[in-house]
């Protein structure tokens, strides 16, 4: 994360509220001594301190406010419409929610004289309430048995993502002579509104864009652009001219042909592509790791052996996340101990994964994952 790399800021110094009481106690109590020459009788309940009390927490509401507008300026601490904003002055904005697509098959049992008509805005579900419309007029000609057409899902976002082919089968609207329906590729490309780490991250790495892709953070940052799902980017010359480029989608997954196909063409502008480089868009190698550990929780813990549990199942997801998130990162069972030693356990015994070092361009994946509870033992 980029925020990382910077110290954070404060227009108000960190003063607390109890900070801001004690100094205007303070100059009352001068000035009260100053006119008078004497100590300023300030009892808990005096009046007097009571109604510097009820100022401090009006003062320091709008010290808070002040704080706050003063950091949405800066881009690690703006969020909503001041990021927005932020975004602007370099020409970016928010990406919007879009909707997935495929591609829809729909046959008949046997060929007609006649063509059949596929109206375009046909729609198709899965029985889940998840529902698909042709995006143009797409007809089975005379003598044919099927034809193919691009459909678009009706509720923009991530939520038609994944639908694996052949679970697009029940036809909604009534056209004769209509036997099967079904999508030919899993549905992809829905994507939910940019959050605010997404766009922090575009507005950030966007002076990278002023050149063409020729430096490797330009090749990144026009990758990641692509699609807000892309999380991690490789790029690599073995070969002076030539450019191989991997990626990963969001939680490690692997990018499915459309999306590599999409990331080629943005790649290929001429805007973007030095006219000498050839560039090779593919998704990286796998090497999927099992884990198979058994853990033991310490006498003087038992009473906790519940929730001890629950947080090593917690530890467990939390690594094979870290694992999987960046291309060419080694299978390292060091990290699992860790974890699951954090969640409170006595020992861990791990008989799989075992360290392996992986190759630039291979991405782990999780496997079957076993994990025991060896029980209690003697401190």
């Given at each position: 994360m980029f925020?990382?790399?910077?110290?954070?800021?404060?227009?108000?110094?960190n003063?607390?509220?109890?900070?801001?009481l004690?100094?205007m106690?303070?100059?009352?109590?001068?000035?009260?001594k100053e006119i008078?020459?004497?100590?300023a009788p300030?009892?808990p309940?005096?009046?007097?301190?009571l109604?510097?009390?009820?100022?401090?927490m009006q003062?320091?509401?709008a010290?808070?406010?002040?704080d706050?507008?003063?950091?949405?300026?800066?881009?690690?601490y703006?969020r909503?419409?001041?990021?927005?904003?932020?975004?602007?002055?370099?020409?970016?904005?928010?990406?919007?929610k879009?909707?997935?697509?495929t591609?829809?098959?729909?046959a008949?049992?046997s060929?007609i004289e006649?063509?059949?008509s596929?109206?375009a805005?046909?729609?198709?579900?899965?029985?889940n309430?998840?529902?698909f419309?042709t995006d143009?007029?797409?007809?089975?000609?005379?003598?044919?048995?099927?034809?193919?057409?691009?459909?678009?899902?009706?509720?923009?976002?991530?939520t038609?993502n994944?639908i694996?082919?052949g679970?697009l089968?029940?036809?909604?609207n009534?056209?004769?002579?209509?036997?099967?329906?079904?999508?030919?590729?899993a549905?992809?490309?829905?994507e939910?509104r940019?959050?605010d780490?997404?766009?922090k991250?575009r507005?950030?790495n966007y002076?990278k864009?002023y050149?063409?892709a020729?430096?490797?953070?330009?090749?990144?940052?026009?990758t990641?652009?692509?699609?807000?799902e892309?999380?991690?980017?490789?790029?690599?010359?073995?070969?002076?001219?030539e450019?191989?480029?991997?990626f990963?989608?969001?939680?490690g997954?692997?990018?499915?042909?459309a999306?590599?196909?999409?990331?080629?063409?943005?790649l290929?502008d001429?805007s973007i592509?030095?006219l000498?480089?050839?560039?090779?868009?593919r998704?990286?190698?796998v090497?999927e790791?099992d884990?198979r550990?058994?853990?033991?929780?310490?006498?003087?813990?038992?009473?906790?052996?519940?929730a001890?549990?629950?947080?090593?199942?917690t530890?467990?997801?939390i690594?094979?996340?870290?694992?999987t998130?960046?291309?060419?990162?080694?299978i390292n069972?060091?990290y699992?101990i860790?974890?699951?030693m954090?969640a409170?356990?006595?020992?861990v015994?791990?008989?799989?994964?075992v360290?392996?070092v992986l190759?630039?361009?291979?991405?782990?994946?999780t496997?079957?994952v076993t994990?025991?509870?060896?029980?209690?033992?003697d401190d």
């Amino acid at each position: 994360m980029f925020a990382d790399n910077f110290p954070s800021i404060s227009f108000i110094d960190n003063a607390t509220v109890d900070e801001v009481l004690e100094e205007m106690l303070n100059d009352y109590r001068e000035r009260y001594k100053e006119i008078t020459g004497r100590e300023a009788p300030l009892a808990p309940a005096d009046p007097y301190r009571l109604i510097m009390y009820a100022c401090t927490m009006q003062i320091y509401q709008a010290m808070q406010y002040a704080d706050y507008a003063g950091k949405m300026g800066f881009l690690t601490y703006a969020r909503g419409d001041f990021l927005d904003n932020l975004a602007a002055l370099r020409g970016l904005s928010r990406n919007q929610k879009t909707a997935a697509v495929t591609v829809m098959k729909f046959a008949i049992s046997s060929p007609i004289e006649s063509a059949v008509s596929i109206p375009a805005g046909c729609r198709v579900t899965n029985g889940n309430h998840v529902f698909f419309a042709t995006d143009e007029y797409a007809e089975i000609r005379a003598g044919e048995t099927s034809v193919s057409v691009s459909a678009t899902c009706t509720e923009p976002g991530a939520t038609g993502n994944g639908i694996s082919v052949g679970k697009l089968n029940v036809l909604v609207n009534t056209l004769p002579y209509i036997t099967e329906v079904s999508n030919l590729a899993a549905t992809y490309g829905g994507e939910d509104r940019e959050d605010d780490e997404s766009l922090k991250e575009r507005i950030y790495n966007y002076p990278k864009s002023y050149s063409t892709a020729g430096p490797t953070g330009a090749y990144e940052y026009h990758t990641k652009t692509t699609s807000s799902e892309i999380t991690d980017v490789l790029v690599r010359s073995e070969v002076p001219g030539e450019v191989d480029v991997y990626f990963i989608c969001e939680g490690g997954r692997i990018p499915e042909d459309a999306l590599v196909q999409k990331v080629k063409e943005r790649l290929d502008d001429r805007s973007i592509r030095p006219l000498t480089d050839k560039v090779t868009v593919r998704a990286p190698e796998v090497r999927e790791y099992d884990i198979r550990m058994t853990y033991y929780i310490s006498a003087s813990n038992k009473v906790a052996a519940a929730a001890i549990q629950a947080d090593v199942g917690t530890a467990v997801s939390i690594y094979n996340m870290w694992q999987t998130e960046k291309i060419g990162r080694d299978i390292n069972p060091s990290y699992l101990i860790h974890k699951v030693m954090e969640a409170g356990v006595k020992r861990v015994v791990v008989e799989s994964p075992v360290f392996t070092v992986l190759n630039e361009s291979t991405v782990a994946r999780t496997g079957a994952v076993t994990v025991k509870y060896g029980g209690v033992e003697d401190d």
